[in-house]
């Protein structure tokens, strides 16, 4: 009985091990080089194109500490007054973050038509990516070649 149970602990642990290699050859190595090469130019873009708030700040006359408050106070979730001019600096911002998001998305969409990877594709091997450690080791070669 003893045996016969390792027999099955090792077949079972066999088939895992040929599952997770079969994940980590679901996508074709054309696929997974088109992936490095949009997901590093994605994190070098978009790291430039952050917002910038202080020429809002600026045009509407509200100090950084100001504006600093109103953000605590708005995660904290405290109930508290602003001024009509903070509430067009609040809607200014989350315009130009619409803005800014639409335009990594279209950027991500081009770079893949450029690539030629489906979108689908990419997003898929992104999740994998994030959380599969193994899979993350396998393209470790991919990277350092398209970084050099």
């Known amino acids: 009985m003893f045996i016969r149970s390792i027999i099955l602990l090792f077949l079972l642990l066999n088939q895992l091990s040929l599952i997770c290699q079969a994940n ?13 090469e949009i997901y590093l130019e994605m994190k070098f873009n ?3 194109k952050d917002l910038d708030i202080s020429p809002i700040l600026d ?4 100090s950084k500490s100001r504006y600093k408050e109103i953000i605590e106070e708005s995660l904290i979730g405290h109930k508290f007054s602003i001024s009509p001019n903070e509430l067009v600096l609040i809607e200014r ?5 619409e803005q800014i998001q639409l335009a990594h998305k279209l950027n991500l969409i081009r770079l893949c038509e450029i ?3 489906e979108i689908d594709i990419y997003f898929g091997i992104l999740e994998q990516y994030k959380t599969d450690i193994r899979f993350q080791k396998s393209l470790m070669s991919i ?3 398209v970084m050099r």
Not at 24 to 36: A, G, I, P
């Open 143 to 145: 990277f350092q070649s």
């Open 46 to 48: 978009n790291q430039a």
């Open 24 to 36: 980590l050859n679901q996508f074709t190595d054309l696929e997974k080089v088109s992936f490095v």
């Open 93 to 97: 911002i989350r315009q130009e973050n």
């Open 115 to 117: 690539k030629n990877i």
């Open 59 to 62: 045009s509407l006359v509200i």
